[in-house]
Structure formats: C-alpha cells, structure tokens
C-alpha cells in the first residue's frame, strides 16, 4: 500500500497564499494519476486538479488560474500552490494517488490517500 503524508493548510486571510506538499511513498514519477481534492463542511467531495501521468494537468474552474500542481520526483512530492485564496477555498484537501493511470472519480476512489490537511480562509 501506497502511503501519503501531507503538510501545509493553515488559516489565511482572503487573498493570501498557502501551499500544500504530499509526499508518497512510492515514485511520483509513473503510470498511475494522482490529484488533490477537497471537502468543504456538508458538501461533496471535489476534484481540485488531475496531474494525469503524462504530465496534463486539469483544474477545476473555479481554481483555475490561482491554484498550481506540482511535483518534485526526486522527493516523491507533489505539491499544491494556492494564491489569491477566497473563503469559499475554506476546506479539507486531500491527495490522491489513483488506482491505475486512469483518471475517473472512480479510480481516485479506489486509491490511495493522505490524511487530510485544513485550509480557512477569512474574509
């Protein structure tokens, strides 16, 4: 089993940045998808952004331009930059590793994922 250990999140202020880091236990480099989510209190659960294993990146509108995935292979790390914060940001974020290379809800499901890590934003 693949573990994820995530750091960063905290509280900020609107406008302001934070970043979050993931490190696997297993190569970041590879066939399988990997992502982060995130779930805000007594919403679903939503698909922040998809780094596919061909390095594609698909974010979700609403991060679009202010959120930025990243990964450093040589510290099996994948990291989450995110400006510009706004309270509607305020959730729990997750990392995922996903089943296979396949990118579907389904397979990040049935993946592997970290424990978790807060962002509050304040207006």
């Known amino acids: 089993q693949v573990h994820l250990v995530q750091s960063g999140g905290g509280s900020v202020q609107t406008g302001g940045s934070l970043r979050l880091s993931c490190e696997i236990s297993a190569p970041t480099s590879g066939d399988r998808c990997m992502g982060w989510f995130r779930q805000s209190s007594g919403k679903e659960r939503e698909v922040v952004v998809v780094?596919?294993?061909?390095?594609?990146?698909t974010y979700a509108d609403s991060v679009k331009g202010r959120f930025t995935i990243s990964r450093d292979n040589a510290k099996n790390t994948l990291y989450l930059q995110m400006n510009n914060l706004q309270p509607a940001d305020t959730a729990m974020y997750y990392c995922?590793?996903?089943?296979?290379?396949?990118?579907?809800?389904?397979?990040?499901?049935?993946?592997?994922w970290g424990q978790g890590t807060q962002v509050t934003v304040s207006s």
């Open positions: 780094f596919e294993s061909d390095g594609s990146k």
């Open positions: 995922v590793k996903a089943r296979t290379k396949d990118c579907y809800y389904s397979d990040f499901i049935a993946g592997d």
